[in-house]
């Protein structure tokens, strides 16, 4: 083997991939945290952001039921009053 043939194989055999190393696992890979304080914080975060969202949906579920009572009772007293004609004609 040549000195040339020599480097090749140890540049093969010896070279890292870059996805196969920890650093570039840990960039996507969530890591445990046994920590009871730290899924305690995480509980509490999600219910602040849950009860938010739940806070805008109630409100918005009211004014959609205001809504729809008003609709219903529009289309209603549309179908269901009679017309009169104007006296004098």
């Not at 055999?13 to 009871?36: F, W």
């Not at 739940?54 to 209603?76: E, F, M, Q």
């Amino acid at each position: 083997m040549t000195q040339a043939q020599i480097l090749a194989h140890l540049e093969k055999e010896t070279a890292i991939q870059a996805n196969k190393t920890a650093r570039y696992r840990g960039k996507y890979e969530c890591r445990d945290d046994p920590r009871p304080s730290s899924k305690l914080v995480g509980l509490i975060g999600t219910a602040i952001v849950a009860s938010m969202f739940g806070l805008i949906a109630l409100t918005d579920v009211r004014i959609v039921w205001i809504h729809l009572k008003a609709a219903i009772s529009n289309k209603y007293k549309l179908f269901h009053t009679r017309k009169v004609k104007p006296k004098g004609r």
